[in-house]
């Protein structure tokens, strides 16, 4: 397990930062609803500034690449199997069955993707293809079955406007496409105030996911555990194989670049997915324990894939 340590590595500021809101949730020194106040400025300022500049600085071109369709398969297929499950096995709502679908193949690509990829490729330029799909394709999808539950029908055309992720998103999107057509980038204010308030996003979402954790009950009912076992079994496992198999056989990718979407395929669930569900009220609990075991499980299948498919 050569890998191991690199792994490590990137996995630390992750349990580590976890670990301090479990503390600090523990202490109540922010009080009884910090993690839910915390959580909505990940959701309404910190993500969305996030959003705009990394997608503002990606050329919307990336993502048209064979690679992108191998793992675009993988998330797919985990995606469906994840709405499935919560559907068929579990009788959950349509809400929750799209924080289960998202549990099982929303992958963590940016604060854990990046190096991941650096310790394992040396090379991080796959996160933001990856990004993009998530952000511009698979988000938007997820947050109007979202808030259309939640506002109604009839909100669903103000969506855009009112959520703060999609606006900034297609406004990145736009930024974009201009900068492509004209050559012309954001202020360097802009992008170094967006950079500030961005960067305060996945500390934030870890610090309230790690206090949520202190109001976890005790035991989880056997039908939840059951269901988290299932989310985190196709997030790690069976999205990089339908990303391998896709690669492999389907669209014959070279060893490097098989490499690489394999590895994106099963990093582990973001914690962005944790972030949607308490600001919708959906699955909140699924998203929680999804995010934890499945980065957990992650540390030792990221090192398979690496041993599997690295350079020997």
Same mark, same amino acid.
């Given at each position: ?6 792994? @490590? ?7 580590? =930062? ?50 992108? @369709? ?10 469906? =199997? ?17 924080? /289960? ?13 990046? +190096? #991941?990829?650096?310790?394992?490729? /040396? ?5 933001? &293809? ?17 808030? /259309? ?51 305060? /996003? ?6 309230? =996911? ?6 976890? &009950?005790?035991?989880?009912? +056997? ?6 076992? #299932?989310?985190? #079994? ?19 990718? &070279?060893?490097?670049? @098989? ?32 995010? =934890? ?20």
């Amino acid at each position: 397990m050569a890998t191991l340590h690199p792994l @490590l590595t990137a996995f630390a500021p992750i349990w580590a =930062l976890t670990a301090v809101g479990y503390l600090v949730g523990r202490s109540g020194l922010l009080g009884p609803h910090a993690d839910t106040v915390l959580n909505r400025f990940v959701f309404h300022v910190a993500m969305p500034a996030a959003l705009f500049v990394m997608i503002a600085r990606t050329p919307l071109n990336r993502f048209a690449n064979p690679a992108m @369709l191998a793992f675009v398969t993988g998330t797919a297929a985990a995606t469906a =199997l994840g709405l499935l499950a919560a559907h068929r096995l579990f009788g959950r709502p349509p809400g929750e069955r799209m924080i /289960g679908g998202m549990a099982a193949g929303y992958v963590n690509s940016a604060n854990l993707g990046i +190096p #991941v990829a650096v310790q394992v490729l /040396g090379d991080a330029s796959f996160v933001a &293809p990856v990004v993009l799909f998530q952000s511009l394709l698979v988000t938007p999808a997820v947050l109007t079955v979202l808030d /259309g539950r939640r506002a109604g029908r009839r909100a669903l055309l103000s969506l855009p406007l009112r959520n703060p992720v999609l606006l900034a998103a297609a406004l990145g999107a736009v930024v974009s496409a201009v900068t492509s057509a004209t050559g012309w980038h954001l202020p360097a204010e802009v992008n170094r105030s967006c950079d500030l308030l961005g960067g305060a /996003g996945v500390p934030t979402a870890l610090v309230a =996911l790690g206090m949520s954790l202190h109001h976890r &009950p005790a035991a989880a009912a +056997p039908a939840r555990s059951a269901e988290v076992g #299932v989310a985190v #079994v196709v997030k790690t496992l069976v999205q990089p194989l339908a990303a391998f198999t896709a690669g492999a056989f389907l669209l014959h990718l &070279p060893p490097h670049q @098989l490499l690489t979407v394999v590895l994106f395929s099963a990093l582990p669930t973001a914690q962005n997915v944790f972030v949607y569900a308490r600001e919708y009220g959906q699955g909140a609990a699924l998203a929680r324990d999804s995010v =934890l075991w499945s980065t957990l499980v992650s540390m030792a299948t990221l090192s398979a894939v690496s041993w599997a498919l690295g350079p020997s």
